[in-house]
């Protein structure tokens, strides 16, 4: 069964930090680029941060530049996206995307809650 589990989100006040863990079970993630997104209230999905699928390759949205960074382990099947210095402007639910855009495969987690407040 294809799945995507994020885990890591939670309180933080502001300047902190925070892992987040995207575990994929059921397909072979190597093949694929994996992605962090976001959601706030009110505002639409967007990308945060991406990883090729051998991990040479990284972007990220000029919000989190120098703030955020995107990882992968290949071996342990996890995308990783290290927070730090957040902002309240951070808080969102946080989901893990995979995607093989050479066969339009797609799969997402469930997203774990960010929440930047003092």
């Known amino acids: 069964q294809v799945q995507l589990v994020e885990s890591g989100g939670g309180l933080v006040q502001p300047g902190g930090s925070l892992r987040l863990s995207c575990a994929a079970f059921g397909f072979t993630v190597s093949r694929y680029f994996m992605n962090w997104y976001r959601q706030a209230p009110g505002k639409e999905r967007e990308l945060v941060a991406a990883?090729?699928?051998?991990?040479?390759?990284?972007n990220y949205a000029d919000s989190v530049k120098d703030r955020f960074t995107i990882s992968r382990d290949n071996a342990k099947k996890t995308a990783y996206l290290q927070m730090n210095s957040l902002k309240p402007e951070d808080t969102a639910v946080y989901y893990c995307?995979?995607?093989?855009?050479?066969?339009?495969?797609?799969?997402w987690g469930q997203g774990t809650q960010v929440t930047v407040s003092s």
């Open positions: 995307n995979a995607e093989w855009r050479l066969y339009g495969y797609n799969y």
């Open positions: 990883i090729s699928s051998n991990g040479g390759s990284t």
